[in-house]
């Protein structure tokens, strides 16, 4: 397949459909997962001619399958970071370039061009995964943003003696925009040794606790991260290693997708199909950057929509597990295609 989407456009609904469904009978005819997943299914090719009527494949089968459409040697895999002991989702990346677009573009779309920023990343967990797709991506985006010439944009581990006093020298500076980018922990870490009073800081937080302390709500996390920092918002971004595309969020924990990605719902008791209409369920994504894996992923994460088709991302589901292995089973009939059922 050519690759017919131009990461970066815009798309009406009308357009974003065309493209969804030919990537979907792309994918029904090139990868081998998910055409057994759709004749499980019993889904005709030929009767998919909306959203809600592309099946969407568990996320949890790109911990035990390799989900690709079309044979590649890839350029690189990516691992989910995981928690100790936890079977890691795997990404079979053909085409590094693709992501990199989809990574600039999409944050270009809600921030405009990276060279206006200088990004302080502190990511320690992750660090430790050589193949972790959110590294690759806050290492695009410090590249996108050196224009050349002496920047202090970089990674920081345990160092946040020098990440202080480096993001007081960015409160003096008004040279560009600044942005500190970091995993929960390391963030509430950081603000128990130091306070800023920094308002043109844009803060972002990503992932939980990694099993580094107690998990808190959003609201509770958020207010202690904006009172620490001097801010008015917390910024996040979703996305995760299975995708190639992220949605963001300004504040308030509502997230809004780049033109070629949607959030979608679906009910609990329905593991597969997405409802237009439904406001709140657990999250389907389509994602028209994942040409050579899978586009249209069921995750276990749950959300709630607002009137702006905004989606609020409220938690995960529990024993996912269990219902992944209850949708298809637990039979031996295709048994390449079940995923694991301990």
């Not at 959300?303 to 589901?317: M, S, Y």
């Not at 996912?320 to 295709?334: A, K, P, S, V, Y």
Request: glycine share 6%; net charge neutral.
């Amino acid at each position: 397949m050519r690759q017919r989407l131009k990461i970066g456009q815009n798309l009406s609904e009308k357009q974003f459909l065309q493209e969804a469904l030919a990537l979907f009978h792309f994918q029904f005819e090139n990868n081998l997962i998910y055409n057994e997943f759709c004749k499980r299914l019993q889904v005709k090719l030929e009767q998919v001619d909306s959203l809600e009527k592309i099946p969407f494949l568990p996320i949890s089968f790109f911990k035990t399958h390799k989900v690709v459409t079309t044979d590649f040697n890839e350029e690189m895999i990516f691992y989910s970071s995981g928690t100790s002991g936890k079977e890691t989702s795997k990404h079979y990346i053909k085409s590094l370039a693709l992501y990199e677009k989809s990574i600039v573009e999409a944050f270009r779309f809600f921030y405009g061009d990276p060279r206006a920023y200088n990004f302080f990343i502190l990511l320690p967990n992750y660090l430790e995964n050589k193949q972790s797709s959110l590294i690759f991506m806050m290492d695009k985006l410090i590249t996108a943003a050196n224009s050349g010439e002496k920047n202090p944009s970089g990674f920081y581990l345990a160092d946040h003696d020098i990440l202080y006093r480096q993001l007081i020298d960015e409160q003096k500076s008004a040279e560009k925009k600044t942005i500190l980018f970091g995993v929960s922990y390391a963030l509430l870490d950081f603000v128990k040794k130091y306070q800023l009073n920094f308002p043109k800081l844009i803060v972002f937080e990503t992932g939980g606790m990694k099993g580094r302390g107690k998990e808190i709500v959003k609201e509770e996390l958020h207010a202690i991260l904006k009172s620490g920092f001097g801010v008015k918002h917390i910024h996040s971004e979703y996305g995760m290693c299975e995708l190639l595309s992220q949605a963001y969020s300004k504040g308030g924990n509502l997230f809004s997708t780049p033109p070629w990605m949607k959030l979608l719902l679906r009910d609990e008791k329905e593991p597969i199909y997405s409802s237009l209409t439904s406001h709140s369920g657990i999250i389907n994504v389509i994602d028209l950057a994942n040409i050579y894996s899978c586009a249209f992923i069921a995750t276990e994460d749950i959300g709630r929509k607002n009137e702006d088709n905004q989606v609020e991302i409220l938690g995960r589901l529990d024993a996912t597990q269990i219902r992944g292995c209850n949708l298809l089973g637990c039979t031996t009939e295709f048994p390449f295609i079940q995923p694991s059922c301990e």
